[in-house]
């Protein structure tokens, strides 16, 4: 089965709906495809549909994980709060339980973040 196929008929939102895009300004996705899909070669779990803030891209980087920064040579932009970014769940998990986690848009949140992140923690998170 080819990724696109795969993609359109396995990927599933959080609310059981087909899965939207998250960002394509900035290319966002660990298949940048604009959309939080996930396979075996994902093994962050790229799957949280995130608004970034400022609290949580200093809490990102203080972590280690820099996504402020602009970085060309992956062709990155660097994200700003208000940017959308397909987060892993785990990261996302790590900021709630720290108090700095972003919005999420549940219409673009793959399921398989459920496997790490509990959907009211999602819903109570939820984009409006």
Not at 15 to 33: A, E, N, W
Not at 69 to 94: N, Q, S, V
Request: charged share 20%; with cysteine; aromatic share 8%.
């Amino acid at each position: 089965m080819d990724g696109e196929n795969f993609h359109e008929n396995y990927q599933r939102n959080v609310l059981g709906g087909r899965l939207q895009s998250c960002s394509t300004s900035p290319v966002t996705g660990f298949f940048r495809d604009g959309c939080c899909h996930t396979g075996p070669q994902d093994v962050g779990s790229h799957t949280v549909c995130a608004v970034m803030t400022d609290a949580f891209l200093a809490f990102s980087l203080a972590a280690g994980n820099d996504l402020s920064t602009p970085r060309p040579e992956f062709d990155f932009p660097g994200l700003k709060a208000g940017d959308r970014w397909c987060l892993c769940a785990a990261r996302w998990e790590e900021a709630r339980r720290s108090g700095a986690a972003p919005h999420v848009v549940l219409e673009a949140t793959n399921k398989a973040a459920l496997a790490i992140v509990q959907l009211d923690h999602l819903k109570a998170y939820a984009a409006s």
